[in-house]
C-alpha cells in the first residue's frame, strides 16, 4: 500500500513541478495563501472579491503548513506556489491511503492496491490534486468520511463508531468548503437508514454539533478577511442551489455526467465499475449512493466534473474489484486469464492517454509563462510596471509569479484605451489584444504560445516524425496566446500623453526657488493647474532629459501650454508684464 501511494504522490508532484502555474478557478485560496504567507498589506480578493466569497480556512491551513519551510528553505516564488500545491497534494494522498484502507476492509488488500494503481493511471483526480480549487480542498475530508464508511459497511462491532466520523468528516467538509458534500451525507444517511444501520436521532445529533463547530471555525476567520459577517459556503448554496444564478456559467444536459464526465474522469475504471454494479452485491451497496448524488446533481442545468469528483475514488474501488476477481481466478481459467490481459491493457490505454491529457493541460498556462519570461527578458530592469489583462490573469499570472520586489504590478480591469494605459504609466503590457496598441510607441518583446489544437498526424508527417526520434502520433498545434509589449520610449511618451490631457501643465523641482515664483505667478491666472514634481518621481533624471530632448530646456519650471512649452521663470515673468499670460487658463 505505502509504495502505491508514494508512486501515486510522485506522480502528482512531478506534474506539480512540470506544470507550476495555475488557473482562474484556482486563483483565490492560491492567491489567499500567499497574502497570508507574506502579510500583504492589501490581500488581493479585496480588489477582486470574485462573484461570491470563499472561505480562507483550506487557505489559512496550506499557509501555516508551508510557512517555515519558505521561511527556511529560501525558495523561488514559483517555488513556493509549487511547495503549496505540493502540500495540499500530499493531504489528498494521505486522505486516499486512508480511504484504501476502507477498501482493504471490504474487499481485501489487492482490491485497495489496486484502486490506487488504477487512480494514477487517470489523469482529472491525480492532476488536480494538487490544485487549490475549493473542492480539492474539500476532498481529502470527504474521503476520510468515506474510508469510515466503508468501514462500516465491513463490520458491525464498530458500525456506530465509524457512521458517527463520517458524518463530522462530511458535515465539517460541507459546512466550510463546499456544499454540495452535504447533500451527498444526507443521501448516505437515508441509505443507512434504510438498511437500519443508523439511528436518525444520533445523526442528527453529530451533524448538529460538528456544524456548530465548523460554523465557529469559518464565520470568524472569514468574516475578520472580508471585513463583513458571513458565512461563505451559505452564500455559495444561496447562489447556486437559490438563485440557480450557476446556469450562467453555461448549461448541459440531463446525461452528461453519465455519457460524458465520468469516461473522462474514470476512463478504464468506468466500464469495470459498471460491470462490477451489475455483478457485486457489495459493490452495489456502495455505489447506489454515489449514482444518486450524480443522478440529483444532473437535474441541474449547470455541470462541472468537479461537483462529482468525490464519487471517483468509490467508483475506481468498484473497478478494483473486477480486476481483483480476474487475478484470483486468473489460474483456473483461461477466459479470467484473456479478461485480465484486456483489463490491465485497458488501464495502460488509460495511463497513456492520461499523460496525452496532461500534456494538453500544461499547454495551457500561457498567462504564467508570459510573466515568467518577462522576468526573464528584463532581469536587470531596476524598475518595470507591467499590467496584466484578463486573460493573463486567468491562464496563470499569479502573485507568486510577481517574484521582482522592485516591480509594480498591476490587473486594472478598466482601462479600455492606449491612453488609459499611457496615464497609467505602465512600462510593460502582457496582453491577448496588441492590436489595441500603436507599434510607433510599443515593440513586441515576447510572444507566448498556448494549445490551439489537438490532432493525430497525417501518415507522412509521422513517418518525418519518427526519423526526428518523436513517436508521438499526436500532434499539438500551438498559436500565439499572449505578447509581451515593452513601451519604447517611456517618459517621452508619458509627457506627451500628459500635455494631451492637461491644456496647462507645470513640471517642477519641489524644493526650487524658481519654480516656488512660477507657480505664485501663476496662481493669478489659474486656480487648478497639473503641477509635476520631477524629483519626486521614481525616474525624474529620465523625465528631465524626455523634457530637454522636447523642449531643448535644461531648467525648471518648464511651462506647457496646449503642448507647447512656454519657458521657465524668466520667460513667464516677461509674458506677465507683457499681459500675455492673461487667459492663461482659459481652454
Excluded at 525558495?75 to 509549487?82: A, E, F, K, P, Y
Excluded at 517621452?492 to 496647462?504: D, E, G, M, N, P
Excluded at 526650487?512 to 519626486?536: F, G, N, T, W
Aim: a positive charge; aromatic letters at 12%.
Amino acid at each position: 500500500m505505502k509504495l502505491v501511494l508514494a508512486c501515486l504522490f510522485a506522480l502528482i508532484v512531478s506534474e506539480a513541478y512540470l506544470a507550476p502555474f495555475t488557473k482562474v478557478e484556482e486563483s483565490f485560496n492560491l492567491q489567499a495563501t500567499y497574502d497570508i504567507i507574506h502579510q500583504t498589506d492589501q490581500f488581493d480578493h479585496v480588489q477582486f472579491p470574485g462573484v461570491v466569497p470563499r472561505t480562507f480556512a483550506g487557505a489559512s491551513l496550506l499557509s501555516v503548513m508551508a510557512w517555515p519551510v519558505i521561511q527556511f528553505a529560501g525558495l523561488s516564488s514559483i517555488d513556493q506556489q509549487v511547495l503549496v500545491r505540493v502540500i495540499l497534494a500530499a493531504c489528498v494522498v494521505l486522505s486516499l491511503g486512508k480511504f484504501a484502507s476502507g477498501v482493504k476492509s471490504l474487499f481485501g488488500s489487492a482490491t485497495a492496491n489496486i484502486t490506487i494503481m488504477l487512480i494514477i493511471c487517470q489523469f482529472h483526480l491525480v492532476f488536480w490534486s494538487s490544485r487549490t480549487l475549493p473542492n480539492t480542498l474539500a476532498l481529502p475530508w470527504v474521503e476520510l468520511g468515506l474510508s469510515h464508511w466503508l468501514y462500516s459497511l465491513s463490520q458491525s462491532s464498530g458500525r456506530t463508531y465509524h457512521l458517527n466520523w463520517m458524518i463530522r468528516y462530511l458535515t465539517f467538509a460541507g459546512v466550510v468548503f463546499r456544499f454540495e458534500v452535504g447533500i451527498l451525507l444526507i443521501i448516505l444517511l437515508i441509505s443507512e437508514y434504510i438498511h437500519a444501520t443508523v439511528s436518525p436521532s444520533n445523526a442528527l445529533k453529530q451533524m448538529i454539533v460538528t456544524a456548530i463547530i465548523s460554523l465557529v471555525v469559518t464565520v470568524p476567520l472569514d468574516s475578520y478577511l472580508w471585513n463583513a459577517w458571513l458565512w461563505p459556503e451559505g452564500m455559495v448554496f444561496y447562489f447556486n442551489a437559490i438563485l440557480n444564478k450557476s446556469s450562467e456559467w453555461g448549461t448541459l444536459p440531463f446525461h452528461a455526467y453519465f455519457a460524458s464526465f465520468l469516461p473522462r474522469l474514470l476512463l478504464v475504471s468506468y466500464p469495470l465499475a459498471c460491470l462490477a454494479f451489475v455483478t457485486n452485491g457489495r459493490v452495489r451497496r456502495m455505489l447506489m449512493p454515489m449514482l444518486i448524488y450524480i443522478a440529483l446533481f444532473s437535474f441541474l442545468p449547470h455541470k462541472e466534473w468537479r461537483f462529482i469528483v468525490y464519487t471517483i475514488p468509490v467508483f475506481t474501488a468498484a473497478a478494483a474489484t473486477c480486476i481483483s476477481r480476474s487475478i484470483h481466478a486468473a489460474s483456473r481459467s483461461w477466459l479470467h486469464r484473456i479478461a485480465l490481459l484486456v483489463m490491465l491493457g485497458g488501464a495502460a490505454a488509460s495511463f497513456a492517454i492520461a499523460l496525452v491529457m496532461f500534456q494538453v493541460s500544461r499547454l495551457n498556462y500561457p498567462g504564467g509563462e508570459a510573466l515568467f519570461t518577462l522576468h526573464e527578458i528584463e532581469k536587470n530592469e531596476p524598475y518595470v510596471y507591467v499590467h496584466m489583462d484578463a486573460d493573463t490573469a486567468m491562464t496563470g499570472a499569479s502573485l507568486y509569479g510577481q517574484s521582482n520586489p522592485n516591480w509594480s504590478y498591476s490587473k486594472n480591469e478598466t482601462h479600455k484605451t492606449q491612453d488609459d494605459f499611457l496615464e497609467a504609466r505602465y512600462t510593460h503590457i502582457i496582453t491577448s489584444k496588441p492590436e489595441l496598441f500603436d507599434t510607433s510607441l510599443f515593440e513586441i518583446i515576447d510572444e507566448t504560445y498556448g494549445l490551439d489544437k489537438v490532432q493525430l498526424k497525417s501518415v507522412d508527417a509521422y513517418k518525418r516524425s519518427i526519423q526526428n526520434h518523436d513517436i508521438s502520433p499526436i500532434e499539438f498545434r500551438m498559436s500565439p496566446k499572449l505578447y509581451t509589449l515593452r513601451l519604447i520610449n517611456p517618459q517621452k511618451t508619458w509627457i506627451q500623453t500628459t500635455l494631451r490631457k492637461y491644456s496647462v501643465v507645470l513640471y517642477s523641482k519641489s524644493y526650487c526657488p524658481y519654480c516656488m515664483a512660477a507657480k505664485q505667478l501663476i496662481s493669478k491666472y489659474c486656480k487648478h493647474i497639473e503641477v509635476i514634481e520631477v524629483d519626486r518621481q521614481r525616474n525624474g533624471y529620465e523625465i528631465q532629459d524626455a523634457l530637454i530632448e522636447l523642449t531643448g530646456q535644461r531648467t525648471f519650471p518648464n511651462l506647457f501650454k496646449n503642448g507647447k512649452s512656454l519657458g521657465g521663470y524668466d520667460r513667464l515673468s516677461a509674458l506677465d508684464r507683457e499681459g500675455k499670460l492673461a487667459g492663461l487658463c482659459d481652454s
